[in-house]
């Protein structure tokens, strides 16, 4: 398969926190990108930054060498695919559908068995970083697929990020991807209880954070999210906590799935699937600590 370089022609579909930033520097790149989001201030912002804005996913998909899909979750990707967005049929043959949602592993194999059957390819190419590094294209990508297929779309991928990472056979990349978001999301909720618990002892929520950050206690959340996003109550770092919540009970259906008994993934799925259901929809996943909190006391 030839490798898919600059000026070739790709399809974005999904332009929210994530899509939008990556668009622009596919855009950077010298790639010619073709959008659509539902919603219709996103494909205004599409259009500023100099992308096409297109009336349908299918419409966007046309004349496309890639379809990217960075949407909420895996089944709202086939339905854009194969359902009501018409992509499939409107796709080149010997196009390829780079997913770089977090979707759930086992319905990206079968997605791409369905996709085989009309001649397209699919890689899953879910990202870690966050809208931070989606803007200053730094994001940490997980590949899996087809060689040959990864191969040829490097050179989309390369514009969007630091790191890629080959991960093995499709849904590979989605499982890491959910692995990954259990892991962070288990230590949000450690470091959110743990000054929770602190505050309550009277310790201070900064003072505390400076001294995770320099000792064993530390993660991504002591360093990058409590004092910017929690201890600060902005609570706007860019990603949601439903999307949280599907993440880590993406890692939880294949714990099931595979019969693995894991207590901690349970536990964990368990706190922020009631954190979805009690916050508001639109809640930013730092609010994981009023949650908490308001559970605490
Ligand atoms: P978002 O909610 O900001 O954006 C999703 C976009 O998809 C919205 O603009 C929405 O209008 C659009 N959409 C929904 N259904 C659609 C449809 N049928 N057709 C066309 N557009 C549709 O979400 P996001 O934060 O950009 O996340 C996108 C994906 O990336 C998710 O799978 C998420 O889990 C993952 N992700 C997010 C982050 C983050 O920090 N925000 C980081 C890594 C991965």
């Known amino acids: ?17 994530m899509g939008l930033p990556m668009v622009a520097n596919l855009l950077s790149a010298g790639f010619v990108v073709r959008g659509f989001d539902l919603s219709e201030k996103a494909r205004e912002e599409a259009a500023q930054l100099g992308a096409v804005a297109c009336a349908s996913p299918a419409e966007a998909a046309e004349g496309a060498a890639a379809v990217i899909t960075m949407l909420p979750n895996g089944s709202i990707v086939r339905d854009v695919l194969l359902g009501q967005g018409a992509v499939a049929a409107a796709m080149t043959k010997g196009a390829v559908v780079i997913d770089m949602s977090s979707s759930a592993p086992t319905d990206t194999k079968a997605l791409s068995n369905d996709l085989a059957e009309l001649g397209l390819s699919l890689v ?3 990202v870690s970083g966050g809208r931070a590094r989606a803007v200053s294209g730094d994001l940490s990508v997980m590949v899996g697929g087809d060689a040959a297929v990864i191969d040829a779309v490097v050179p989309v991928l390369e514009p969007m990020s630091a790191k890629i990472f080959r991960t093995g056979a499709i849904g590979t990349g ?3 991807k959910a ?8 230590g ?5 209880e743990g000054v929770i618990l602190g505050k309550a002892f009277g310790l201070d929520g900064d003072t505390m954070v400076d001294i995770l950050n320099v000792s064993t206690g530390r993660n991504n959340t002591t360093e990058a ?12 770092s860019g990603f949601s906590l439903g999307l949280m919540a599907k993440d880590i009970g993406i890692a939880e259906g294949l714990a099931n799935e595979l019969k693995l008994d894991l207590g901690a993934l349970a536990e964990t799925s368990a706190r922020w699937r009631e954190a979805d259901a009690t916050l508001d929809g639109g809640a930013d996943h730092t609010e994981m600590y009023r949650y908490l909190n308001s559970k605490a006391t």
């Open 225 to 236: 999210k409590m004092k910017q996003f929690v201890l600060s109550e902005a609570y706007n």
């Open 188 to 192: 949000a909720v450690a470091a959110m």
């Open 174 to 176: 989605h499982a890491m």
């Open 1 to 17: 398969m030839d490798r898919i370089a600059a000026p070739s022609v790709i399809a974005f579909i999904g332009l929210g926190q």
């Open 179 to 186: 692995i990954n978001n259990y892991v962070s999301g288990a």
């Open 124 to 126: 899953d190419a879910p």
